[in-house]
């Protein structure tokens, strides 16, 4: 399903109603990006259900699916899914272009790169908080082919970053906003071929993202680089 600007503040004004957002807090970091706010402003621990028990016939059954995926890896699909292991924007070059660079869209990289410690900012005390086993820790049969993690599984970041990228993205370069999206969900389906989380992280991920990128658009700061990323990006490509 692709998500859009309308879609992504709907779910931003539910929430709100539901006193589930707060106003942001600008958060500082010494070393990176800063984000542009942090999860006392979305908190996911309110917003998401928890997670199965690694005990439970889901969990079991998302077991069961992950060795599927697993006997059916290939060499491409596995290289895909290492290359996707980096969270950073520019793995949708394959979709939008040789320009998207950079090198080309340094205020573009500018806003990608704080969108990343934002999605970090939420996400990593969700999945601390909710504490899901990834699927190589619940069975010994699931051979992860990235780096192993043993941070939360629930939700997942790689889902909820491609999902926010992709939305902003999306609004952006809406004459490319079908296959941003398709890519966006790719990024997030290659982390079930890397063996490092069940399908149900991967859902819980998209619904973070879309939350994510639904409430950075009601921030001013947010919204004044994105203009300017959307102009030179748009130039860049020569949209």
């Known amino acids: 399903m692709i998500r859009s600007r309308p879609f992504v503040v709907a ?25 542009y706010f942090d999860a006392h402003a979305v908190d996911l621990m309110q917003i998401l259900p928890p997670p199965p028990a690694p005990d439970s ?23 895909r899914a290492q290359a996707d292991a980096v969270e950073e924007v520019w793995r949708f070059a394959d979709v939008i272009g040789p320009r998207f660079t950079p090198e080309n869209l340094p205020k573009t990289t500018v806003l990608f790169e704080r969108l990343v410690a934002t999605q970090n900012a939420v996400v990593d005390p969700a999945k601390a908080g909710f504490n899901r086993l990834r699927p190589h820790l619940v069975s010994d049969l699931i051979r992860p082919v990235v780096k192993l993690s043993t941070s939360g599984s629930w939700p997942s970041s790689h889902a909820a970053l491609g999902t926010l990228m992709g939305i902003v993205l999306g609004d952006m370069v809406p004459e490319r906003r079908g296959v941003i999206m398709d890519r966006a969900w790719t990024y997030a389906e290659n982390r079930l071929v890397a ?24 921030q001013p700061q947010f919204m004044a680089d994105y203009a300017a990323a959307r102009v030179e990006l748009r130039s860049a490509l020569g949209l």
Request: hydrophobic share 55%; no cysteine.
């Open 195 to 218: 063996g490092m989380h069940f399908s149900s992280d991967i859902e819980m991920g998209r619904i973070a993202g879309s939350v994510i990128a639904a409430f950075a658009m009601q």
């Open 57 to 79: 016939a889901e969990t079991k059954s998302e077991l069961g699916e992950l060795l599927v995926i697993q006997v059916a890896r290939t060499p491409d699909t596995v290289a």
């Open 11 to 35: 779910v931003f004004a539910l929430l709100l109603q539901a006193g589930l957002v707060a106003s942001a807090e600008l958060s500082t970091a010494p070393f990176g990006a800063t984000p």
